[in-house]
């Protein structure tokens, strides 16, 4: 697999989980997306020193490494070295969940079909593991709403982000058309965000899931992102300002 493929899949599984946002007919089809935020967790085989080499085969390089202590993540920010979306791939650490969550999830994990647990597109075949019951779902989003993603909708692309400067628009100007097609502003607690970009987070719209059980409710599965770099004199790609620089550790490799 060559990163084109790797980055058709990833948008093909993206806008299959969120057609709304696939609808929207909001940027030139040459216009890029500036970062995709794919999530996983640090269990075997989806954690992300498994997935990296990859990512590394795809020609991204690690340019980053940052520490959420107080959201229980670790980020890599992966640089593609050309006009191609940056990629920050998030890993929940699951020993900051409490017993009975963290236990939950990863009953679920060791529920995965070994099938599913192989080759290069692991971000991008869907869930490999069982749907949770809704009483489940309803723990672990009390005890981590990360947590509560991964187990419904397993390790994939989260949100994605597009640069409103690159497009030639403000940001204002496209938050008014995103909210005219009925995506509502929200607080995105994934990410800490760096003072250094105008960000703006939209949840997609629910969709309804069947659960373990065969109940169906409405959750909300991702979302979309603008930002827009507050000094437009600088050579940085928005992508590569995302994260505050006091998340930043070091890191070999």
């Not at 990296?52 to 520490?67: E, K, S, T």
């Not at 969550?101 to 599913?116: F, G, I, K, T």
């Not at 097609?181 to 929200?186: D, E, F, P, T």
Request: charged fraction near 20%; aromatic fraction near 8%; include cysteine.
């Amino acid at each position: 697999m060559q990163r084109d493929e790797f980055l058709q899949q990833l948008w093909l599984d993206y806008i299959h989980c969120h057609p709304d946002i696939g609808a929207l007919s909001l940027w030139p089809l040459e216009n890029r997306v500036e970062y995709c935020v794919l999530v996983t967790l640090n269990r075997a085989p989806y954690q992300a020193q498994r997935l990296l080499p990859a990512l590394y085969h795809f020609g991204y390089r690690r340019v980053g490494r940052h520490a959420m202590a107080d959201r229980g993540i670790l980020a890599n920010v992966l640089s593609p070295g050309n006009d191609d979306a940056w990629i920050v791939l998030i890993e929940l650490q699951l020993d900051t969940l409490t017993q009975t969550p963290r236990r939950h999830l990863e009953a679920l994990v060791n529920r995965s079909h070994p099938q599913d647990s192989r080759g290069q597109n692991l971000l991008s075949r869907g869930r490999p593991w069982p749907m949770p019951d809704w009483a489940t779902f309803q723990q672990l989003h009390e005890a981590h709403p990360l947590a509560a993603w991964l187990a419904i909708m397993g390790p994939r692309m989260h949100h994605i982000g597009f640069d409103c400067q690159r497009s030639g628009h403000d940001i204002a100007e496209y938050a008014d058309v995103i909210a005219e097609a009925g995506l509502k502003s929200g607080d995105q607690a994934l990410l800490p965000i760096s003072p250094l970009l105008d960000h703006r987070y939209y949840a997609c719209c629910t969709q309804r899931a069947v659960f373990a059980a065969g109940d169906e409710h409405r959750v909300t599965t991702g979302g979309l992102a603008l930002v827009q770099k507050r000094l437009s004199g600088t050579r940085e790609r928005a992508a590569e300002l995302l994260l505050p620089q006091h998340t930043r550790c070091e890191f070999s490799a």
